[in-house]
């Protein structure tokens, strides 16, 4: 079991040392991942030969005295992620077969460290959800109570680190999709600020939203995986030509008058009890390592979850038109012509989230309605941006809760599209504002069910919400806290 | 917000969706009720105030106009449902 509880940066020193080679410790998670899959469903594919061929090549490396951090690891990839010559569905029927011609950079960036693919992750259909329970491909378990939802979009990313089926895992997050299951799934979740990491080979869902991120099982670890990550892409043209600073340099272990604002509006009456617990007691931590508290505002929180399902649809309703049975993906037996084949496949492939996403943003766009849904939207937007541009000048990180509740019950919110989408409301202000935010572990519901903190940075600030997030790990227990599978 | 079944039926034709009677009926109450929620954002005076499409202001991305190899058609035609050749094969679009 040991291997299986290591970081990244316990099992480099192990790897490094030579106490285990990376085969075996390939070989200790596709075990476990066999073991512990009928009851989680993390994984969409998983490649055990691949894995198996890159943890020799990573033996062989750390043999010639040329590994670097992540040499060896084992990582898995949300389903999203495009990997040349392995199966990538998106959690889509209709990519059911689809072999990708080229991979995402972020994939090729992990490649060149050395890193060892266990598979494909399960995934909310396009990464439509916050359930995971939109996937082709079954809904995945929460590792922590199996008859509750992992959360979603990336619910098999942060499953897996929760199973302990993968030493970390990448996702995305367009709405919340890697802060919330890392949440419900007590493992740290970043998302870097838009244009901070690639999406180039990432399946889009709403392009001026979406961001590549790590799960891990603790901040040193999202501070490295970050590392690997970031930086301009030629092949992205929305990735930003900053330069990437030394993130684990930044993780000092000293918050000494560190600004930290609390916005009246997260912290209202439909909180759980146990959540606001949880922060409560996470202030209290903050105020003893040094931190200072500002009460501030975020005006105009309670329209972000309207204006993103405005923009995220009209946004998704274009992405998906690509989806038409012509190059790849399903197509429709026996059609009458060009048109209906288009429509009879989109219909067979599509699932039910994904159609009425695709309904609503094709509704927002459709002449009559488009300056009435989407250009107000985006003004709205605009308003939301200014909101935190305003608190920044007062603090320099904000904390709030990431989801309002704990893990819900699988099937609880499958009826009402409008209910589900109400529990992103603590997530989706951060992608529409554009600027980085993370999740870590700061509770433990009276149920058992982990309860996730959010650390929200300035546009380009992850070195201060990592360092913020180290801090508190250092002072508190809660990361070490397992599921028990 | 009311939204009937025929409006259901032109949006899914825009999309390119063929729906059950079942799903139009369903669709037509869920859209409803997220359309009527959205409604919210009417309530703010947005006048003067400039869109955002990006979280990141940038202008255009310009890169050399050099030659590079491309994926080649093997690849590209690799995942195609139906292909004739180095094309695509897809049902007539003129009778």
């Not at chain 1, 058992?448 to 919400?465: A, R």
Request: proline share 5%.
């Amino acid at each position: 079991m040991d291997i299986l509880d290591q970081s990244i940066h316990e099992l480099h020193q192990r790897l490094k040392s030579k106490e285990i080679s990376s085969v075996e410790t390939a070989r200790a998670m596709l075990a476990r991942i066999e073991s512990v899959e009928p009851q989680i469903g993390s994984f969409i594919t998983v490649t055990p030969e691949q894995a198996l061929a890159d943890a020799e090549a990573a033996d062989r490396r750390i043999a010639a005295g040329q590994m670097d951090v992540l040499t060896g690891i084992p990582l898995a990839l949300k389903d999203i992620f495009l990997t040349e010559g392995i199966r990538t569905t998106c959690g889509s029927r209709i990519l059911d077969n689809f072999v990708p011609p080229y991979s995402a950079t972020s994939w090729e960036k992990l490649k060149e460290r050395g890193v060892v693919l266990l598979g494909k992750l399960n995934q909310d259909e396009f990464a439509m959800g916050s359930s995971n329970e939109s996937s082709a491909y079954g809904t995945v378990r929460n590792p922590w109570d199996t008859d509750r939802i992992p959360g979603g979009s990336s619910g098999g990313s942060a499953a897996a680190v929760a199973a302990r089926q993968a030493t970390a895992t990448l996702g995305t997050d367009t709405g919340g999709s890697i802060r919330q299951p890392a949440s419900h799934c007590g493992c740290v979740g970043l998302k870097p600020t838009y244009g901070r990491v690639s999406r180039y080979g990432v399946i889009a869902y709403a392009s001026s939203l979406d961001q590549v991120g790590p799960l891990t099982r603790d901040v040193t670890d999202s501070a490295i995986m970050l590392g690997a990550l970031a930086g301009h892409d030629p092949k992205d043209s929305t990735s930003v030509n900053t330069p990437v600073p030394d993130y684990s340099a930044a993780l000092t272990g000293t918050i000494k008058g560190l600004r930290i604002g609390l916005p009246r509006e997260y912290f209202i009456e439909g909180l759980d009890p146990d959540v606001h617990k949880a922060m409560d007691a996470a202030i209290e931590s903050y105020r003893r390592l040094g931190a200072e508290f500002v009460d501030i505002s975020l005006p105009h929180t309670d329209y972000a979850v309207a204006t993103y399902y405005l923009i995220a649809t009209a946004e998704a309703s274009s992405n998906l038109a690509r989806y038409d049975g012509v190059r790849f993906g399903h197509r429709a037996e026996g059609a009458a012509g060009l048109l209906d084949m288009y429509t009879k496949s989109r219909s067979e492939g599509f699932g039910a989230e994904v159609k009425r996403r695709i309904m609503l943003g094709t509704y927002a766009l459709s002449s009559g309605y488009y300056d009435a849904y989407y250009v107000k939207a985006q003004k709205v937007r605009t308003l939301i941006m200014q909101d935190f541009i305003c608190a920044f000048e007062a603090v320099d990180v904000i904390l709030t809760p990431v989801a309002p509740t704990p893990a819900f019950k699988i099937g609880e919110k499958v009826a009402d599209p409008l209910q589900m989408y109400l529990s992103d409301i603590f997530t989706i202000p951060v992608n529409l504002a554009g600027t980085c935010a993370m999740s870590i572990p700061a509770g433990i519901s009276a149920s058992g069910l982990p309860i996730g903190l959010q650390l929200i940075g300035k546009p380009f600030g992850e070195e201060t919400i990592l360092r913020a997030a180290h801090a508190f790990e250092q002072a508190t227990e809660w990361h070490t806290r397992k599921a028990v599978i | 917000m009311n939204i009937s079944v025929a409006v259901v039926e032109h949006v899914a034709r825009l999309a390119r969706l063929e729906l059950s009677e079942e799903e139009k009926n369903l669709f037509a109450g869920q859209m409803g009720a997220i359309l009527g929620y959205v409604e919210k954002l009417r309530e703010l005076d947005t006048e003067g105030v400039l869109p955002t499409s990006h979280a990141v202001p940038m202008e255009n991305a310009f890169r050399e106009d050099a030659e590079c190899p491309s994926i080649g058609i093997e690849k590209a035609l690799a995942n195609a449902p139906d292909r004739v050749g180095s094309f695509y094969r897809v049902p007539k679009v003129i009778e």
